[in-house]
C-alpha cells in the first residue's frame, strides 16, 4: 500500500510542532535507554499514543483497522494507557450501537513528547 499511515507520520509532525522537543536538556542526556518509559515504549501502546497524537480522537474499531490487532489485545493496552493518564476514553451509543473513541490527555502528549527525545537522544549517541 502506497499511503503513509498517522503512526508512521508521527514522528516528523511531533518535532515540527513542538520546537521543545528538538533539544536536549542535561537530565536527559544522562538518561539510560533502560530509563524509557516503559509504558509507551511497548509497540502496540506506542502505536496507540502516536496514532492519538495526530488524530483529535480515534474509535476503537479505527485504532483496531489501523494497528492491526485484535479487539482483545488492543483492549487490554488501551485500558493500561487509560489507567495511567495518558488516554481518555469516552463511551456512548450512535442509535443502539455501543461506540468507544479515545484521545490523547495532556499528560499523555507530555509522556510521548518526553519519550520521543530520550529515543532522539539515544539515536544519536549510537551515531556518535
Known amino acids: 500500500m502506497g499511503r503513509q499511515s498517522p503512526v508512521a507520520s508521527h514522528k516528523s509532525s511531533v518535532s515540527r510542532r513542538s520546537p521543545a522537543t528538538s533539544h536536549q536538556s542535561p ?70 450501537m455501543p461506540k468507544t473513541e479515545y484521545r490523547l490527555t495532556a499528560a499523555g502528549r507530555r509522556a510521548l513528547e518526553k519519550y520521543l527525545v530520550h529515543m532522539e537522544a539515544i539515536i544519536r549517541a549510537v551515531k556518535d
Open 27 to 96: 537530565a536527559t542526556s544522562k538518561q539510560s535507554p533502560l530509563d524509557l518509559d516503559r509504558l509507551i515504549h511497548e509497540r502496540l501502546r506506542l502505536g496507540i499514543v502516536s496514532a492519538l497524537a495526530v488524530n483529535e480522537r480515534l474509535s476503537f474499531n479505527d485504532l483496531k483497522r489501523l494497528l492491526h490487532t485484535t479487539d482483545g489485545n488492543l483492549s487490554v493496552h488501551a485500558r493500561k494507557l487509560e489507567d495511567a493518564q495518558y488516554v481518555a476514553c469516552e463511551k456512548t451509543f450512535s442509535g443502539r
